[in-house]
């Protein structure tokens, strides 16, 4: 059973401060990760895709990508209000074809 | 509008009458998948479609079917509904093509609440 976990929330960050928000994969052969966010009531929307090891900076996010410890993070910077949502960690298997989310991160912003 | 419609968005229902929720893409992707979301377990697979005529169980398949006879339609079918498949579910689609942003990256629909009585 390949399996995604999160860190467990809620995680509260001051407005401003950095939020870090980690993952880790069971399945070693997976090639494709990627961070969504969800507000209540709505639907996933894509946050970051990331393939390679390594970080890769998209505005106020950086995902960051270790396949050899199986570990994904995703850090906002400057945390807004607006950030408040569940955070969603999912992973695409080595046949692009089986997708398996992490159970979310509920991220709080305190203004 | 690029977009990933689900009907009905809200459906309450009693154990045993069969329904459908349908689930259309307008943007010619090939991969289309179905979902339910759980409080605590996050969203997990139900099935997924590579192409027309071309299905797979996902990570949750028991109680349900799916067919895909067009390539922008991929219906959601609950034979005989049970209390255990209240939940929230969520049709999504990308172009199918693993590794890259452009084609990997899935585009969900607004959902739809179940409730089984």
């Known amino acids: 059973q390949k399996e995604v976990e999160q860190n467990s929330g809620p995680l509260s960050v001051p407005e401003g401060a950095i939020a870090s928000l980690n993952c880790t994969y069971s399945d070693r052969g997976s090639q494709s990760f990627f961070w969504y966010r969800q507000y209540s009531g709505k639907s996933p929307e894509l946050i970051m895709s990331i393939y390679s090891n390594g970080d890769k900076e998209d505005g106020r996010f950086t995902a960051q990508l270790n396949k050899a410890s199986q570990y994904v993070s995703l850090l906002i910077r400057d945390s807004q209000p607006s950030d408040s949502a569940t955070y969603l960690c999912?992973?695409?298997?080595?046949?692009?074809?089986?997708?398996?989310f992490g159970p979310g991160t509920r991220l709080s912003v305190l203004p | 509008e690029a977009q990933v419609t689900q009907n009905p968005r809200y459906l309450i229902t009693v154990t045993g009458k069969k329904l459908t929720v349908t689930c259309s893409q307008n943007?010619?992707?090939?991969?289309m998948s179905w979902y339910r979301q759980d409080p605590g377990l996050g969203l997990r697979q139900i099935y997924y479609?590579?192409?027309?005529?071309?299905?797979d169980k996902g990570d949750v398949p028991e109680g349900y079917k799916v067919s895909r006879k067009e390539k922008r339609n991929f219906p959601l079918i609950l034979e005989s509904p049970s209390p255990n498949q209240t939940s929230l579910y969520f049709c999504?689609?990308?172009?199918?093509?693993?590794?890259?942003?452009?084609?990997?990256?899935?585009?969900f629909g607004p959902g739809t609440r179940l409730t089984v009585l």
């Open positions: 999912a992973v695409l298997d080595n046949y692009g074809q089986n997708f398996v």
């Open positions: 943007m010619n992707h090939e991969y």
């Open positions: 479609s590579m192409n027309v005529e071309v299905t």
């Open positions: 999504a689609s990308s172009w199918g093509e693993q590794g890259m942003e452009s084609t990997d990256t899935q585009y």
